[in-house]
């Protein structure tokens, strides 16, 4: 079964910049859609960016549109988030979602990490 590890997290001061990582074990990412979602202490979770499996195809929510960037490489079987000029929004845990469509069974499959803590705070 996919298993999904999320990193680099930590304290950042506003404007500063941070990489999340999502390294997939168990099953190769190739065919999973993934998104990144978060939620601060108090509030609902909130869907942050998501990618295609090819890797083709982006979204991002509005509140991190030109500050964050989700990419892959499938080959190291590894998700990125990479955020820049951070808020103090921005804190929550960052979770990581794997989606894989399978209509041949009639099933939809998702994964999730167990997130990781992000601070932006001076």
């Known amino acids: 079964q996919l298993q999904l590890l999320e990193s680099g997290g930590g304290l950042v001061q506003p404007g500063g910049s941070l990489r999340l990582s999502c390294a997939a074990s168990g099953s190769t990412l190739d065919h999973f859609a993934i998104g990144w979602f978060r939620q601060a202490p108090g509030k609902e979770r909130e869907g942050v960016s998501c990618i295609s499996s090819s890797g083709d195809n982006t979204n991002y929510a509005d509140s991190v549109k030109g500050r964050f960037t989700i990419s892959r490489d499938n080959a190291k079987n590894t998700v990125y988030l990479q955020m820049n000029s951070l808020k103090p929004e921005d804190t929550a845990v960052y979770y990581c979602?794997?989606?894989?469509?399978?209509?041949?069974?009639?099933?939809?499959?998702?994964?999730w990490g167990q997130g990781t803590q992000v601070t932006v705070s001076s």
């Open positions: 979602n794997a989606r894989r469509q399978q209509p041949l069974v009639g099933r939809t499959v998702d994964y």
